[in-house]
């Protein structure tokens, strides 16, 4: 599997959008990106995932660039429910041994 | 729909005991994964199970650990004769379908187990 790189923390206002980003420059053509996040104490839970075009759901959306090479996850309207950890994958479809790496510790400040 | 169960949420447990983790998966779900995490780490894969067989293993270690995941029960995470290394957060995913298979089947992870070994 592909090995992200993404910030150890960020910081957002509540009620602004949370933008994490996440780089995967070895990505290979069919490997997804896929985000999870981590609310203390819990378990990972999934959020969204894609291959090459740009994905929304109810949670958020995802960003691929052109070049596969990095990503963004949008929280569009980011709440104190939503600090967590958030983790980047990039692995085959349906990949079931996801490699979580340290991730990205958001903090949602009110 | 109840989601992953695990239990015990905590689990205690003194240095060559046995600990067992158990984990009921989504209701229609067949397809079970373990991940532990170790404390400020990331999760890290263990196993994949289906009903009555072991899939992947390549993530457990090759000595006191074991899982399996009958026909009728829950999945059961077993580790012998524990050490203070085996601390950790256990957790267990489901899916419905082969992970391999699917693209709109995410794992659904449980809450996972705390064990504490003393």
């Known amino acids: 599997d592909a090995k992200t790189t993404q910030p150890p923390s960020m910081d957002c206002a509540e009620g602004r959008a949370a933008n994490l980003p996440c780089n995967h420059s070895?990505?290979?053509?069919?490997?997804?990106v896929y985000w999870y996040r981590q609310i203390h104490s819990q378990g990972p839970q999934y959020i969204i995932h894609?291959?090459?075009n740009n994905e929304t759901n109810e949670m958020a959306s995802l960003i691929i660039t052109e070049d596969r090479k990095s990503s963004t996850l949008i929280l569009p309207h980011a709440t104190l429910r939503d600090t967590a950890v958030y983790y980047c994958?990039?692995?085959?479809?349906?990949?079931?041994?996801?490699?979580f790496g340290q991730g990205t510790r958001l903090t949602i400040n009110p | 729909n109840a989601g992953v169960m695990q239990n015990p949420r905590h689990l205690v447990r003194r240095r060559g005991q046995e600990a067992r983790l158990r984990c009921s998966p989504m209701k229609g779900h067949s397809h079970v994964y373990w991940y532990r995490q170790l404390p400020e780490e990331g999760l890290k894969f263990m196993v994949y199970l289906q009903k009555e067989n072991i899939i992947d293993e390549s993530g457990m270690p090759k000595e006191r650990f074991s899982a399996e995941f009958p026909k009728e029960g829950p999945s059961i995470l077993r580790i012998q004769q524990v050490v203070r290394g085996d601390s950790a957060a256990y957790f267990c995913?489901?899916?419905?379908?082969?992970?391999?298979?699917?693209?709109?089947?995410?794992?659904?992870f449980g809450n996972g187990t705390r064990l504490t070994v003393t």
């Open positions: 994958i990039a692995g085959f479809q349906g990949a079931q041994k996801l490699v």
């Open positions: 995913a489901s899916s419905p379908l082969p992970a391999a298979s699917s693209y709109n089947s995410p794992l659904h």
């Open positions: 894609g291959l090459k």
């Open positions: 070895t990505i290979s053509g069919n490997e997804y």
